[in-house]
């Protein structure tokens, strides 16, 4: 397979409302890139994609988001791996920005924040829990850190496939975050908008909750 600089990764699950205007926004901003889904849809989200020249890798049964997003990261061909919700929460504009911070500014991981202030598309519920747990990572790491679940990051290829994680659970982005952070690479947060979303979030707060203490305390303690 041909390389590329930059595969943007997508995890899609019944997301046939917005995978097309994504896409499209991608293929706008970033026209070289290669377009890679891992789905585990039941609706035509698969069918769209691929019809505008996304690389589709199925995923059914469901194995969870965290397979599915390890799936991603392993399987791009770029040198840098940006990845984006499907959902239309995140700015498609920044993809060519956040990949230069790692291919001309040398950063290993490029964390697109949501959390320079609070979002208007964010609830203060979800909000007031990134924060805190933002904070208490921000401290057990000795590192300021403003966002542990962004679903917008640009990884160098090569630092993620050095990178051992736990994929199996809720809240992978805190992992994926957190273990370069420990390990020594260069990580950089850089503020985006996040905006309202178009579909039904499957997030489960509780669950993702007590999933995002485990991996940082279990990233810091346990190595």
């Not at 499209?24 to 994609?49: C, N, Q, W, Y």
């Amino acid at each position: 397979m041909k390389k590329t600089a930059i595969t943007v990764a997508m995890i899609t699950m019944n997301e046939e409302k917005a995978v097309g205007k994504v896409i499209g926004d991608i293929r706008h901003f970033a026209p070289d890139a290669e377009i890679l889904v891992v789905d585990s849809s039941k609706d035509r989200t698969p069918e769209i994609a691929s019809a505008l020249g996304a690389r589709v890798i199925r995923q059914f049964p469901p194995k969870g988001y965290g397979p599915a997003m390890e799936a991603a990261l392993r399987s791009a061909s770029g040198d840098v791996v940006v990845t984006l919700d499907c959902d239309d929460t995140y700015p498609a504009d920044q993809i060519s920005i956040m990949t230069n911070m790692v291919l001309v500014e040398g950063w290993d991981l490029v964390d697109g924040s949501r959390l320079k202030n609070k979002p208007r598309a964010m609830p203060w519920l979800n909000y007031l829990a990134n924060a805190g747990f933002a904070l208490l990572a921000s401290i057990l790491f000795g590192k300021w850190i403003t966002d542990l679940h962004s679903g917008m990051r640009a990884y160098r290829k090569t630092m993620i496939d050095s990178l051992k994680v736990q994929a199996q659970g809720p809240a992978l982005p805190v992992e994926l975050l957190l273990r370069p952070l420990r390990n020594g690479s260069k990580v950089r947060f850089h503020f985006i908008t996040y905006s309202i979303r178009i579909g039904t979030t499957t997030m489960r707060p509780l669950e993702s909750a007590w999933w995002t203490l485990k991996r940082i305390l279990r990233v810091r303690f346990l190595g």
